[in-house]
């Protein structure tokens, strides 16, 4: 059961529009948010998160809404640059600790954004 | 500032064979520490975490397993590795509960 789910493989956008990627989730109980952006061969990279407790969250080019009632985030980028080409990922985690300070990811399957010159 | 090494970045090994994998973390003290695995068309899988030296965590049973003889250093083993080990691994590490995971450049693994 897929609890986090980014259901665009892929999308394409022209340098500089904006690029809007979607994530859904299914677990109430999720109330931290992170998006990540991978390169091929490489680890991937931390973008942004957001709190269960706001409904955005800015950090120049990127922003991250969050829709707690449609269980919804999307990431936002403006302007879309050739450099952004990448697999984003979304992933969650809730409340819990488990053996020490841990907090566990929950991880969608990734959307490949591809940004146009 | 913080640093993530993980070694080797390419590795082709025949079924059967042992596996030996390294992570270790630079400029931080007593990360948490995990693998994350990504096959072909999936996404990211956590395999083992560890909150501290000698304690690990295993999420997926499998014949993979994991060890931190130090408190920056993570290991990932096999006694014998499966075709359905191949994959891209990925070690990762925070420093706190709410802090985002720092992953590595990963090991692209391919059993054969």
């Known amino acids: 059961d897929q609890q986090v789910k980014q259901n665009s493989p892929s999308l394409s956008v022209q340098e500089g529009r904006i690029s809007i990627l979607n994530c859904d989730y299914t677990n109430s109980m999720f109330d931290y948010f992170l998006w990540y952006k991978k390169y091929p061969a490489e680890g991937p990279t931390f973008l942004i998160s957001i709190s269960s407790i706001k409904d955005k969250n800015e950090d120049g080019r990127f922003t991250v809404f969050l829709n707690k009632s449609a269980k919804h985030l999307s990431l936002h980028i403006v302007p879309s640059q050739p450099g952004d080409s990448a697999v984003y990922f979304c992933a969650a985690s809730e409340n819990t600790y488990n053996a020490g300070n841990n907090r566990k990811l929950i991880w969608g399957l990734g959307t490949s954004l591809g940004v146009n010159p | 500032s913080q640093t993530i090494h993980q070694w080797p970045a390419t590795l082709v090994q025949p079924v059967g064979s042992p596996l030996s994998l390294e992570c270790t973390v630079e400029?931080?003290?007593?990360?948490?520490l995990y693998w994350y695995r990504q096959a072909a068309g999936r996404g990211l899988q956590l395999l083992f975490y560890s909150v501290g030296i000698g304690q690990i965590s295993s999420e997926v049973p499998q014949n993979l397993s994991a060890s931190r003889p130090q408190d920056r250093q993570f290991i990932l083993s096999s006694k014998k590795l499966l075709l359905s080990d191949s994959g891209f691994y990925l070690c990762a590490w925070t420093s706190s509960y709410n802090s985002p995971l720092h992953f590595g450049n990963g090991t692209r693994l391919t059993v054969t």
């Open positions: 400029g931080t003290s007593n990360p948490n």
